[in-house]
């Protein structure tokens, strides 16, 4: 490069006061001075492609040595110059798996750092999220600024349809193409020439718009970007590249290693976006209930984590540079009793009972998401007869709340089946306190939580102020001290795309114009 970075600073400041570099009036000394503008002003972009073009660009006015190449290299980096300021900045967004609004506003919840990131930030008293309450779609609703009707993902995976008269499943082998119907937050920034960084996101599988990737998926090692997967075992942060060796770890302990690995990533890519997912929340919840002992504990060690991140902001000198939100994709709920609908669809000879708790044909049967379960008519030859036969044998039963038909579903911002195959023909929404299983053996519909059977679950209409997510932003751009009421979770990816500088063109949700400080 031509000078250093504050010659180029003072070169730059000379020009705009109208002076002279010093007491020279040469041709040399002005060539010098454009060119040192040109580079001082290209500099302050992390956006390899236009360093590149300038790298280019100066070469030639260099080898030319005229003062008019290089005013012309100074009037190109002037026009770079707009999205310049968004490129030195950054966005950090933490998802807490599981996490209630109502536990961040209990005053037993042991969560001092991400208090202190609200307390100097914006706290909202809740966000709503959106159906189904469950991981994946949520997460990718955080991504688009869309609800699944518009993004298509409605499990943690895809649901497949095996044939007239077989049982669907879910297939979670899936990559984000085959996921996620429309452009995301980190594919717009990518495409602008932004880093970007995912660590345990959902839905990231082979996404060529992440320059980092370690994704939330069945074989996470196998599927995370080489280069990262590599430093992650140089720097002893993964054992070895052995998928077996990662899944042998306790929750906690995963949990532990994707922090280190954002921690690894902003320190050695400063990305412009990093996204990251910590579970062990999730797992916990499931296991003991929200609001359990072993629930505080979690959320502790979810803090201690957060705080970490935080820490390595610091440390790399980005900090002040950085917007910083801590989310949840979901809330959660305790049940005492579980529902148990494919047991009625086999007594009513809807499905034959096979292995695995399941049927090995089924007309109709139940995929549970916790509060709600979406029902399945699988054969197009008697679909209409089922859905009667259906409906007259949820009738009055113990612990539903409602059956919801396709004609209710664009309300709850779901897809209709015709439009998205792996849509459901029904939802049968649990009562509070009940939980929905897929289970067809056995005799009994309603049965009581008792021994292994998990105490918590998600998955309710998000109408249900359980499922409702906490909502903390901090930092770069963000007011501080102040609180307000309820949050969508579509707004959060326009929002993000803000701060960065950039549209997020298909997004349902707005940008979140009262949390914003003038920049």
Request: proline share 5%.
């Amino acid at each position: 490069m031509v000078v250093e970075s504050a010659s180029k600073l003072g070169a730059l400041q000379t020009l705009r006061a109208g002076g002279r570099p010093g007491r020279s009036n040469d041709i040399k000394v002005r060539f010098t001075v454009l060119c040192s503008a040109a580079e001082y002003l290209v500099s302050l972009s992390k956006n390899y492609a236009v360093q590149s073009r300038f790298l280019r660009r100066l070469s030639i006015a260099l080898k030319a040595k005229t003062i008019f190449l290089a005013a012309g290299l100074l009037v190109w980096a002037v026009a770079e110059a707009p999205g310049r300021a968004a490129e030195a900045n950054h966005v950090v967004l933490i998802t807490i798996d599981g996490f209630p609004a109502r536990m961040f506003w209990d005053s037993k919840t042991p969560i001092p750092r991400i208090r202190d990131l609200a307390a100097h930030g914006v706290i909202a008293q809740e966000l709503h999220v959106s159906n189904p309450t469950v991981t994946w779609p949520n997460h990718t609703t955080l991504v688009t600024g869309m609800r699944p009707a518009g993004h298509g993902v409605l499990y943690n995976g895809i649901l497949v349809r095996e044939g007239p008269g077989l049982p669907v499943k879910v297939d979670e082998q899936r990559d984000k193409t085959e996921l996620v119907g429309v452009p995301t937050l980190y594919d717009e920034l990518h495409m602008a020439g932004l880093r970007t960084a995912a660590i345990d996101w959902p839905c990231t599988r082979n996404s060529e718009s992440l320059d980092d990737d370690f994704p939330d998926t069945p074989d996470n090692v196998s599927y995370t970007t080489p280069r990262l997967r590599k430093e992650l075992v140089a720097a002893h942060i993964l054992a070895d590249e052995d998928e077996a060796s990662f899944r042998a770890l306790s929750s906690p302990e995963r949990d532990e290693i994707w922090a280190k690995a954002a921690c690894h990533v902003i320190r050695m890519r400063r990305p412009h976006l990093l996204l990251l997912h910590l579970l062990n929340t999730d797992g916990i919840h499931h296991q003991y209930g929200p609001e359990s002992a072993a629930s505080y504990t979690a959320l502790a060690l979810a803090d201690f984590l957060v705080g970490q991140v935080l820490d390595t902001l610091d440390a790399a000198g980005i900090r002040q540079n950085t917007s910083i939100f801590v989310l949840a994709d979901h809330g959660f709920a305790t049940a005492t009793n579980v529902l148990q609908p494919n047991v009625l669809f086999r007594q009513a000879g809807l499905i034959e009972a096979g292995g695995a708790n399941q049927g090995s044909k089924a007309r109709a049967m139940v995929v549970p998401e916790g509060g709600i379960g979406m029902v399945y008519l699988t054969d197009p030859q008697t679909r209409d007869t089922d859905r009667k036969k259906l409906l007259d044998v949820l009738k009055d039963k113990e612990g539903i709340e409602d059956v919801v038909q396709p004609d209710r579903f664009a309300s709850l911002g779901l897809p209709s089946p015709e439009k998205n195959p792996g849509m459901a023909d029904l939802i049968i929404v649990a009562r509070d306190g009940y939980a929905i299983s897929g289970t067809a053996v056995g005799e009994e519909f309603v049965v009581p939580v008792t021994g292994s059977v998990n105490r918590g679950y998600h998955g309710y209409l998000a109408s249900n102020a359980k499922m409702n997510a906490p909502f903390i932003a901090s930092g770069r751009g963000i007011k501080q001290g102040i609180k307000i009421g309820a949050v969508e979770n579509i707004d959060i990816a326009p929002t993000v795309a803000h701060l960065l500088g950039h549209d997020l063109r298909n997004a349902e949700g707005k940008v979140l114009s009262e949390i914003l400080s003038a920049q």
